[in-house]
């Protein structure tokens, strides 16, 4: 089974502090995303990697940035948090080659910034 | 941009009852059409997935989804419904350069 794990699953944070959020996979991934996930609004892409220390920017990359130094590992990073960052935060990967083209999500982390 | 349309924000069934869920894409291009569900309190898991082939696509629990390409539609369907399919339904597109589109998720509640 495909294992996607994230840091933490609630965190508080105050308005202007670094924020890391951390997502591991097990299964040698090639791709690993993060998306934030708010009511009504769907999953929304923020960053993307294809490879280590390979990224791309999603739809809102505004206020973040990314990290991935390892193959299994993908940072996610908000330099100075801001309330309307309050989010639900979902890691994810997926190969690159073949038929799983799907996406395996870890549990979120809940994200409030006060 | 790509995009992608459910048009069902919150679908109340009773259980037995029959479910379509809507999707719509923007996308002239090849894609992979996918429908995840989210259990209260759980991860993002995949329903079901379309690549290629058979346009009726078969998943788990089931479910099932038309691939209809003229309408740009990939709508999922379940003959009968239980308590247990009490989840938020979200439609995904993948595009050539393995980004995902996600839609903004339907809410299905079904009453024992």
């Known amino acids: 089974d495909v294992k996607v794990t994230q840091s933490s699953r609630y965190l508080v944070k105050r308005t202007g502090e670094k924020v890391f959020l951390e997502c591991v996979q097990d299964?040698?991934?090639?791709?690993m995303f993060w998306y934030r996930q708010d009511p009504g609004l769907g999953l929304r892409l923020i960053y993307f990697s294809y490879d280590v220390k390979m990224k791309e920017k999603g739809d809102i990359p505004e206020g973040y940035s990314v990290s991935r130094e390892k193959k299994e590992r993908f940072s996610l990073i908000l330099e100075s948090a801001s309330t309307n960052q309050t989010s639900m935060y979902l890691c994810a990967s997926s190969l690159t080659t073949g038929a799983a083209y799907e996406q395996y999500f870890g549990p979120g982390t809940r994200l409030t910034v006060t | 941009a790509q995009s992608v349309s459910q048009h069902n924000h919150h679908v109340i069934l009773s259980e037995a009852a029959s479910l379509e869920l809507g999707c719509n894409y923007s996308?002239?291009?090849?894609?992979?059409l996918f429908w995840y569900v989210q259990y209260p309190g759980q991860h993002l898991q995949l329903l079901l997935k379309?690549?290629?082939?058979?346009?009726l696509v078969k998943g788990i629990k089931g479910f099932e989804a038309e691939f209809i390409k003229s309408k740009f539609s990939f709508n999922l369907r379940k003959p009968s419904v239980q308590w247990s399919d009490t989840a938020e339904y979200f439609c995904?597109?993948?595009?050539?350069?393995?980004?995902?589109?996600f839609g903004s998720g339907t809410k299905l509640n079904v009453k024992p």
């Open positions: 379309y690549f290629s082939g058979d346009p």
């Open positions: 299964m040698d991934h090639e791709n």
């Open positions: 995904a597109v993948r595009s050539n350069f393995n980004k995902f589109y």
């Open positions: 996308y002239g291009g090849t894609v992979n």
